[in-house]
């Protein structure tokens, strides 16, 4: 009796472990609450890249295009070690004529082999 009570301990323990020591994906829900409340709309895009850099959040920079508009691109990276397929969240900041932010998207983006 006390011989499986030793043996089970560790199993529950290794288990316990392993639930506790989740992938680090992000969360598109979250990451999209949190640029609603940090970044507002008609913010310029110099805004934009100083939130995205103090967040350390890999982006690109001011993209000015006549036939797609103005654009920031940014991408929160799946930092999850063990997983085959990543789930990151790419985000496309996009900006009138006067440069003002109108709208953002999040959506998640798988990548793998």
């Known amino acids: 009796m006390f011989l499986r009570a030793r043996i089970r301990i560790p199993y529950i323990i290794f288990a316990l472990l392993l639930l506790g020591c ?8 979250a990451v999209e609450r949190d640029i609603a409340k940090a970044v507002r709309l008609q913010s310029n895009p110099m ?3 100083d939130y995205l850099s103090e967040q350390k959040i890999e982006h690109s920079q001011y993209l000015r295009d006549a036939a797609q508009g103005n654009t920031i691109q940014a ?9 085959i397929v990543k789930t990151d969240c790419g985000i496309v900041f996009r900006f009138d004529n006067h440069d003002r932010l ?4 999040v959506r998640e983006q798988y990548t793998g082999p």
Not at 75 to 83: A, E, G, L, P, T
């Open 22 to 29: 989740g992938p680090a994906k992000p969360d598109a829900k």
């Open 47 to 49: 805004q934009v890249l």
């Open 75 to 83: 991408v929160v990276r799946d930092r999850s070690k063990w997983d």
């Open 102 to 105: 109108v709208a953002f998207d």
